[in-house]
């Protein structure tokens, strides 16, 4: 098989990529390791930029995010007690978020590449990109007992953090930067009425929580659990009770609480390769980047490289202009460490680390207190969890 663009991964970037790709007339073929059942069970992301939201609508796969999903112009960051508002749309000058689930996001996806006929190749194993350090890069994967070859000519590695594309560049031409946090979220999805309707960030001395949604009748809930606790630890009844102990008593009181219809720990971390790309082998989304997920930039990180390799693919194939290829990984990484940068500091600043001294307690304490006591501070905060420019 010959495609121009291969792909490692049917996640939202690796769909989205080839999505965009083929409006401009550009051929591709994505190489998904699971089942799309698999892909859309996971539960993931919520909270949406206007960068991405853009991207998925000149895919054309826009149309039910803008009907079904929520635009929120604010959030809230409860500690101490009570809750401060952060109003996005007047602090960024009339940015807001929306805020549509991953699930239906990457199902979205899924039908806007069915309706073009691309290809989307699940239960592919074994896949392996090979000799990107020339100019005829190829793939290799297996579906039961068939051996399958794709020729290309750029391979993008969209295949997510624990995948095969960064594990295949030589260690000696890349650098890893990482930060392991002491603590994962437990996260919960639960068929009741969500207790806000916008966001409650809390900070507590328990620990963090988070109350988010993803519609009029679903809830999302998080607290931050110690590593060593696993699932089964952690009964709806005890998740509940403990969600309700670190928000404020008049949040809590008005919870509406009921069964988990999904379950699951997702630990923390932070973490940046340097390049983006090797030959002509380019890594886009987790796999060239992970970071906690207290300030929802990991999806919208994903977007960011997306948009600069489309553009630079693009020019590529139609003004045979290499400019956006060579500067992809400059560009990328400029914007994802802003990412870190944000994802790092709202971790610290809500989380209790079972290491902390009093005198980080008081640090934590006055950032925050600095927060709510400065617009230029809340300014700051809010321009960036709308999203950066790309
Ligand atoms: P992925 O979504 O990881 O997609 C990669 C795809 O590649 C997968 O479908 C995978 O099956 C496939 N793949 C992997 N290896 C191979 C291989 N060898 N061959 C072929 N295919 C392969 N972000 C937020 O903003 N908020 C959140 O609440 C949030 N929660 C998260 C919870 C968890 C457990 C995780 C892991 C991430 C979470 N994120 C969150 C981050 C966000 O979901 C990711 O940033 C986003 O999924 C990145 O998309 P991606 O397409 O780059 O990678
Ligand atoms: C959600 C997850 C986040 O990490 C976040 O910061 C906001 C919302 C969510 O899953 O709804």
């Not at 790309?277 to 997306?306: E, Q």
């Not at 809010?382 to 420019?389: D, F, M, S």
Request: glycine letters at 8%.
């Amino acid at each position: 098989m010959r495609t121009q663009v291969g792909i490692i991964g049917g996640g939202p970037s690796g769909l989205l990529l080839s999505q965009l790709l083929h409006l401009r007339g550009i051929d591709t073929v994505v190489l998904e390791k699971h089942s799309r059942d698999y892909v859309l069970r996971r539960i993931r992301a919520g909270v949406l930029e206007h960068g991405f939201a853009a991207l998925m609508r000149e895919a054309k796969v826009g149309e039910r995010m803008d009907r079904e999903g929520q635009i929120h112009e604010g959030f809230y960051i409860a500690h101490d007690g009570i809750k401060e508002r952060v109003n996005l749309k007047e602090l960024t000058g009339g940015n807001t978020v929306i805020v549509y689930g991953q699930t239906e996001l990457t199902r979205d996806l899924y039908e806007g590449r069915d309706r073009l006929d691309g290809i989307v190749i699940h239960n592919a194993e074994d896949v392996k990109p090979h000799d990107f350090d020339t100019s005829r890069p190829y793939l290799t994967y297996r579906q039961g007992v068939d051996a399958v070859r794709v020729d290309c000519d750029y391979i993008i590695g969209c295949d997510g953090f624990h995948g095969v594309s960064r594990q295949s560049i030589p260690k000696d031409k890349m650098r890893e930067y990482e930060r392991v946090y002491p603590f994962g979220w437990l996260g919960v999805l639960s068929r009741t009425r969500p207790v806000s309707p916008e966001l409650i960030y809390a900070t507590h001395e328990r620990g963090f929580a988070l109350c988010s949604l993803r519609s009029p009748t679903l809830s999302r809930y998080y607290i931050q659990v110690p590593l060593t606790d696993s699932v089964e630890d952690w009964s709806d009844a005890k998740f509940f009770e403990e969600l309700q102990r670190r928000l404020p008593e008049d949040v809590a009181a008005a919870m509406i609480t009921g069964p988990s219809i999904e379950k699951s720990i997702a630990p923390l971390r932070s973490f940046v390769v340097e390049p983006m790309r090797f030959g002509r082998l380019f890594l886009a989304g987790d796999a060239a980047h992970i970071v906690p997920p207290t300030g929802a930039r990991g999806l919208n990180s994903a977007a960011s490289d997306i948009y600069y390799l489309y553009h630079a693919l693009v020019d590529h194939y139609t003004k045979r202009d290499d400019a956006g290829l060579e500067s992809y990984s400059r560009r990328a990484l400029a914007r994802v460490w802003k990412g870190q940068r944000f994802s790092w500091w709202m971790t610290a600043l809500l989380h209790r680390f079972p290491d902390s001294s009093a005198y980080d307690r008081r640090l934590q304490e006055t950032d925050l207190a600095y927060l709510f006591s400065s617009q230029k501070a809340l300014a700051s905060l809010a321009e960036n969890y709308v999203g950066l420019p790309f």
